[in-house]
């Protein structure tokens, strides 16, 4: 799979290539926006890593371009800036995820897989979709665990379709409240542990000890089938 990095600072884009490459993919990288804009229009790429804060062009700039362009590979946003108005601004311009500076880089390789994972997805999450022993029943709005039948919110329909799409990786709290909640009103993460505890309550037979919807301790969450 071919992977373009877009980052003006060196030591960054060479760490990142030497870390991509060990896992086996082919690495293309841009020291600008505009050659990292001129790669993107012009070459197949599967994934594309996008600084923000560039010279020439910055991030923001670049994704908008690309998308307008034709460019649909999944556009995963690297920056300093980890302010709820910057996120907005990535997602808006077309990035598909975000992941703030400093960060480790087996969590950037975690989001990379969990990317091209979703975007390989050859067929749509199947409606009834079993977890254990219920039925998420998303046209319906309904969890079905024996002779009963819980109701969801769209939250919670979010949520798991969320947790669907990683394939037992982990989900971060913040990821819950960018790709869920949105912005326009920005909650506490304790919000998701809470929604979390309700979901159990329906999903699992023994809440206290959940088999399916674990907890990643100081990180989030993740759907074992």
Request: charged share 30%; proline share 5%; hydrophobic share 40%.
């Amino acid at each position: 799979m071919r992977i373009l990095i877009v980052e003006d600072e060196a030591p960054m884009r060479l760490a990142l290539e030497q870390s991509l490459r060990s896992e086996g993919f082919h690495v293309v990288s841009a020291a600008d926006g505009e050659a990292g804009l001129e790669r993107g229009c012009s070459e197949p790429f599967d994934l594309i890593l996008l600084d923000v804060m560039m010279p020439k062009l910055d991030g923001y700039s670049v994704c908008r371009a690309l998308r307008q362009h034709g460019c649909n590979a999944p556009v995963l946003m690297l920056t300093a800036k980890g302010l709820v108005d910057d996120r907005v601004n990535g997602l808006n311009s077309g990035a598909d995820d975000y992941l703030t500076k400093p960060f480790s880089l087996k969590e950037l390789l975690a989001r990379v897989h969990a990317l091209l994972r979703r975007f390989q997805r050859s067929e749509p999450i199947t409606d009834p979709y079993p977890i254990g022993d219920a039925e998420i029943h998303f046209s319906k709005r309904e969890l079905r665990r024996g002779a009963k039948t819980h109701e969801l919110s769209e939250k919670e329909i979010g949520m798991l379709k969320l947790l669907i799409e990683a394939d037992g990786e982990p989900v971060s709290r913040e990821r819950f409240l960018d790709r869920v909640w949105g912005y326009e009103a920005f909650p506490s993460t304790r919000t998701i542990d809470n929604f979390v505890l309700a979901l159990r309550k329906k999903l699992e037979n023994d809440p206290a000890q959940p088999k399916h919807l674990l907890t990643v301790r100081a990180y989030g969450y993740r759907l074992a089938r």
